[in-house]
């Protein structure tokens, strides 16, 4: 978090005024590097790390306790058994210890020797255990009648075992595979090429539909306001909803459109929407857009509404045409609002994941960088890979920031 | 160009564009409404549209009830070229609706044909009447066009939710409602909440979304009035960057929370999700917020601490009462129940805010960003 630092030679009260908002904005900073700059950081880390979704799994030992034997009348001998097993296969553990404490009237006739024990606490210190390491303790005991009465389970008090083990993400191994394997990959030049497709026309398509119902909702006529609320229902409606409503819809088999058109002679044969290779990326690319319109319509029409309309009048004396005066006016005037949205529209759509995600699950050539992540992370379970991903993403991104931080700033004050 | 700068020309254009406009959209309402194999029969319809198109550029305006000729002339039309199927069905399938469905083909075509064309001049057109024409065509195609798109999705969504697989897989086209099964119709909604527990799921969403609306809001009211109100070194570079964190897409940092939770164990926890959401709702609401805040005079709140109140005392009692509303807006986390009743549930309540908020949240947006 960065420090208050007032200028120098500004009041007490201005140096007040400056702390207070630092402390107001406190909270903020704070939630946000945990959540949004630590995982930066660390998705670069990831990224030279030779990592599977199973290294997650941290090794620990473990341990399972029973009695041996019956003890029926105090005095009765019986083994006290510790099954002990390192959970990992791979990792190997170093310095396990056991902490337990040993039911009431048990009398340990033959301590193990990495054991020792004080009145009813049992402590061990075990060492090394290799990957896979399993070994039984037994330990004879004798009970009197307090063990008897009270019948315990050796498990009611339950054993600490600690131990240490290297986990991958944190040691020094790095490597450079991620980034070699990925850039190697033919695929990986497609999933660029995808999503860029993906953004460019997502993008313009969302604004030049978003400009045409701006223009049609930017009079004041009954009924106005109702077809603005419906036009946004795309944008306000949780993404799941419409996504598996488009899915069904556009179904080959029993999906109402390929029904629709194949009845209106328009197909022979019904299409494979979001299940074939060119128009699998078509049709999401439509959705996005579909989707997205209203957010451009609203900003636009927002714009709109403050343009002088004595501009016009004074264009229509002149003898200007109704195309004329939107070319000339309007659009000038539209032009900063339409490059910000476009930049900010363009670098959400980049990061879209969830949309392709419930449409196609990035099959049928509509794999985008966002969700080749979660493929190489997930699907193909190379966590380390998916982070290299994630760092082309992260790299990309940061240009467009720039641009956008560049030329958006000036225009809209954003 | 100038071609087409003539009334006939233009009249007959938009007459068979227009014609075929109304007619696809009247087939696919139809189609749905009552399943029957409906073809909008752009052959035969373009050719009426043109007729009509002409006849009302040159018959006079003054005949009454011009209108309801010209209709029933198209309709006449529709009958004469399709054999008297209108829509390429038999009369005797839907009747009722196919009456009502050639009356909105009808009328549909002639009423707004005649605005579009209610300035032409038969002969040379100037730019202003031509462009005039076209943009009334454009604007009725947009009207229809957005109307239709938005639409059709949410109708398919609703009406999957009251019918059964089987008689969608039999005919998808076929959306009509069975009202003979009475309350049978919401089946679907019984089954979700009874055997598929969706109500554990819902107030599931609803807790999370209003933990996030609260946690957001606990820490962007402050930040927003800090970035907006106070004057500090690095406000401006501080109101700009917070949008930098709505620019990183979460797939980039669901990895590594991931990885930080599953070591945690805090994957698949409520908690582990109040403490991620929040975070990624907070840079919009602290920007709209922001952009709130400055809209709200500051006279007010000096003259507030001039009459002796600290800056928090001025916040709690003056700025924070104006700005009640505004706050409201994020909440749209949503169920996984794949399934059509799912969806419509989980639209509702959004709507229901949503469309509340409408007007709140157009001036939210616009008072948030773009000032002229």
């Known amino acids: 978090m960065q420090k208050a630092t007032p200028p120098k030679g500004t009041g007490p009260l201005q140096k007040r005024e400056a702390k207070l908002a630092w402390g107001m904005l406190a909270p903020t900073i704070i939630s946000a590097s945990l959540v949004v700059i630590l995982p930066l950081l660390a998705i670069f880390w990831i990224s030279f790390k030779p990592i599977q979704l199973a290294d997650l799994r941290v090794p620990s030992p473990e341990v399972y306790e029973r009695i041996k034997g019956k003890i029926e009348a105090a005095g009765d001998e019986a083994i006290y058994e510790l099954r002990l097993t390192n959970s990992s296969r791979q990792e190997p553990l170093t310095d396990v210890t056991l902490q337990d404490v040993i039911p009431n009237g048990m009398t340990i006739l033959e301590l193990d020797q990495r054991c020792t024990l004080n009145d009813r606490d049992l402590r061990c210190v075990f060492g090394d255990f290799a990957a896979g390491y399993r070994e039984r303790i037994s330990m004879p005991f004798s009970a009197d009648q307090a063990f008897v009465d009270a019948d315990p389970n050796p498990r009611d008090s339950v054993a600490i075992m600690a131990g240490n083990s290297t986990s991958i993400l944190l040691d020094g191994t790095f490597t450079l595979k991620n980034f070699q394997r990925m850039f190697n990959g033919r695929e990986f030049w497609s999933v660029i090429g995808v999503t860029l497709f993906y953004s460019i026309f997502g993008t313009l398509g969302a604004l030049i539909v978003g400009l045409f119902a701006a223009l049609l909702l930017n009079k004041s006529f009954k009924g106005q306001g109702m077809l603005r609320g419906l036009y946004l229902f795309p944008y306000v409606t949780p993404v799941i909803a419409v996504a598996f409503t488009w899915v069904t819809l556009f179904d080959p088999f029993s999906g109402s459109a390929n029904a629709l058109l194949i009845q209106m002679g328009v197909l022979a044969e019904p299409i494979n929407f979001f299940g074939a290779k060119p128009q699998a990326l078509i049709m999401v690319t439509v959705f996005e857009i579909w989707r997205y319109f209203p957010m451009s319509f609203l900003f636009i029409l927002a714009r709109m509404q403050s343009i002088d309309t004595g501009m016009y009048e004074a264009a229509d004396m002149d003898g200007a045409s109704p195309f004329q005066q939107f070319w000339y006016l309007s659009v000038p005037q539209l032009a900063g609002i339409i490059s910000v949205l476009f930049l900010l529209r363009f670098i959400w759509t980049f990061n879209k994941f969830d949309d392709i995600f419930l449409l196609t699950g990035g099959s049928a050539g509509t794999r985008t960088l966002t969700v080749d992540v979660y493929e190489q992370a997930f699907a193909v379970s190379n966590i380390g890979a998916g982070a290299a991903v994630a760092v082309v993403i992260f790299i990309m991104l940061l240009v467009f920031s720039i641009v956008f931080f560049k030329y958006g700033s000036q225009e809209e004050g954003l | ?372």
């Not at chain 2, 073809?39 to 018959?59: C, D, E, H, Q, Y």
């Not at chain 2, 730019?127 to 938005?150: D, N, Q, W």
């Not at chain 2, 009475?182 to 209003?210: A, C, I, Q």
């Not at chain 2, 799912?342 to 908020?357: D, H, N, W």
Request: hydrophobic fraction near 55%.
């Open chain 2, 1 to 372: 160009m100038k071609m087409l700068r003539i009334g006939y020309v233009t009249a007959t254009i938009l007459g068979i564009f227009w014609s075929a406009v109304v007619a696809i959209c009247v087939a696919i309402s139809l189609a749905l409404l009552t399943g029957a194999a409906v073809t909008p029969g752009l052959l035969a319809v373009m050719p009426a549209g043109l007729i009509i198109g002409i006849l009302l550029l040159i018959t006079p305006k003054t005949i009454p009830a011009r209108t309801y000729i010209l209709a029933a002339l198209f309709a006449m039309l529709l009958f004469a070229f399709r054999l008297s199927q209108p829509f390429g069905i038999t009369l005797g399938e839907a009747t009722i609706m196919q009456i009502f469905a050639l009356a909105a083909i009808s009328f549909g075509t002639v009423g707004p044909l005649k605005i579009m064309l209610s300035e032409l001049p038969a002969g040379t057109l100037n730019r202003h009447e031509f462009e005039g024409s076209i943009i009334k065509f454009l604007t009725g195609f947009g009207y229809v066009f957005f109307t239709v798109v938005v639409a059709i999705p949410f109708f398919v969504m609703i009406m999957t939710s009251f019918k059964s697989q089987q008689a969608l897989l039999l005919n998808p086209l076929d959306y009509s409602l069975d009202l003979d099964k009475g309350w049978g119709l919401f089946r679907s909604y019984v089954e979700l909440f009874r055997d598929f527990g969706f109500g554990k799921y819902l107030l599931t969403s609803f807790f999370v979304s209003v933990m996030t609306v609260l946690l957001t809001l606990l820490f962007s009211v402050p930040g927003a009035y800090a970035v907006a109100r106070l004057r500090f070194k690095g406000q401006a570079a501080m109101s700009r960057s917070i949008l930098l964190i709505y620019m990183v897409p979460m797939i980039v940092l669901a990895l590594p929370i991931y990885i930080a939770f599953s070591s945690v164990g805090l994957r698949n926890s409520i908690f582990g999700i109040l403490l991620i959401y929040p975070v990624t709702t907070i840079p919009v609401a602290l920007y709209m917020l922001q952009g709130y805040f400055r809209g709200l005079p500051a006279e007010v709140e000096e003259a507030g601490l001039m009459d002796g109140l600290s800056r928090l005392q001025v916040i709690w009692k003056i700025t924070l009462p104006l700005t009640r509303g505004v706050a409201m807006l994020n909440s749209s986390e949503i169920p996984r129940q794949h399934l059509m009743a799912g969806s419509v549930i989980a639209t509702i309540p959004i709507m229901l805010i949503f469309l509340g908020l409408e007007k709140f949240m157009t001036k939210g947006l616009t008072a948030g960003s773009v000032k002229g």
